[in-house]
């Protein structure tokens, strides 16, 4: 990345330059035709972090077969979302440049995967204990379900009763090798729990009126719109407006949705968007907010 950059914040500028690193060619890459995650985001020339904000923070798409009607609407039951890893991360971190550099200090130049540099390190720095809301432990979310549209690993700890964690982003072809040197960042949301929060997005909209005239003087207001949202709670549940857990079968009777799956559509090049399960509108998707 140009080191004329000074768009975004010095986050957003760290997580840019972690997803424009080159992270080699690893012996590991047996992906590696298909392209690295590295080489894609350079080929997309996203050097900057005003650039990386105008990107969607979640986008959608449809596997399996399809079917188009006759007024070539394309439908599907096999959808899927993916998350901004950039959006993801930058709405729950903050850049640390001092923790970096300490981290640098003593482990840089060593023998030992960074990853072992980081678990060593962070456990020397990790003021709590095994019964505390934020442990000191190592995670890589590709041994969990997760959407982000990178593979990220790191070391969680807690240092003067801040949370924090040591970060690497994956920019290679196999999971196995290929990721960034890592970096340190507070994690800056009420619950730092939603960091890992990788599983989860929502859709829904607003029901409309089918009868849109005001009422006359006199007559009884019009009832406010109906909200049929949901957030997705793991594979396969959900969690309506109301609070409630439910399947997607609950709303068979409506008749737009295929047993526990969504239906999804699309016209033309526009995105892929699932059916409202109760009255079958095209919803919008949306990223799970930091909380």
Known sequence: MSKRDRTGT???????????????????DSGGAYGRDWE????????????????????????????TDEDDVETSTGGSV?????????????????????LFREEDGNDDPWLVSMERWAEARHEGDAGDYWQHRSFNSYNEDNLLSQTIQGVTFTYQDQAYVAL????????????TRPKV??????EAWSLFDWNKWSFGHVAEYKDTQDPLPGMTALPKPEEHYWDHDG??????????FVTMDAYEEHGHV?????????????????????????????APQAW
């Not at 986050?11 to 060619?25: C, D, H, I, Y």
């Not at 969504?262 to 009255?279: A, K, N, Q, S």
């Open 185 to 190: 960042f507070a994690v800056t949301t009420d």
């Open 235 to 244: 594979y396969q549940s959900w969690v309506d407006h109301g609070g409630t």
């Open 258 to 286: 295929d047993g526990k799956d969504l239906v999804w559509e699309r016209r033309g090049d526009d995105p892929w968007r699932p059916r409202c399960p109760i009255d079958g509108t095209p919803c919008e998707i949306y």
């Open 10 to 28: 010095p986050t957003e500028r760290a997580l840019v330059r972690m997803l424009m690193e080159n992270t080699g060619r690893h012996f590991l």
């Open 168 to 179: 690497q982003i994956h920019g290679g072809a196999d999971v196995r090798g290929g990721y």
């Open 82 to 102: 993916t998350l901004s890893v950039f959006h993801y991360l930058r709405q729950r971190l903050e850049f640390n440049s001092q923790l970096t550099a300490w």
């Open 40 to 67: 894609r985001n350079q080929a997309r020339g996203l050097w900057t972090a005003a650039q990386w904000l105008q990107t969607p923070e979640i986008w959608s798409d449809a596997w399996g077969s399809s079917d």
